[in-house]
């Protein structure tokens, strides 16, 4: 599969991992548009955000409040957002969730 994200969930290509479990990797952006920009992502490949279900869902708020903690984040505030589509700007069609914060946004 050519899906760069579910690359670096098969360990093929590095990242800078920052929380995983059974269903979800959290790892740094590359192009961080903030302090601590982190992407929270399904282990299994789901296209877009939309085409996730609602296991799906709770696995990666749960997995982005855990990040939120450990990043120092969780009690100043930080950002959670999809982007779905091309119109978007989304780049990698893996459904992923950016957690943004570390400064104000």
Partial sequence: MSCLFCRIVDGEIPATIVHETE???AFRDIQPKARVH???IPRG???NA???NGDQLGDL???AKEVADAEGVAETGYRLLFNTGPDSGQEVFHAHLHLLGGERL
């Fill in 23 to 25: 269903t979800t990797l």
């Fill in 38 to 40: 982190v992407l929270l």
């Fill in 45 to 47: 490949h789901v296209p």
């Fill in 50 to 52: 939309v085409d996730l």
């Fill in 61 to 63: 708020f749960a997995a």
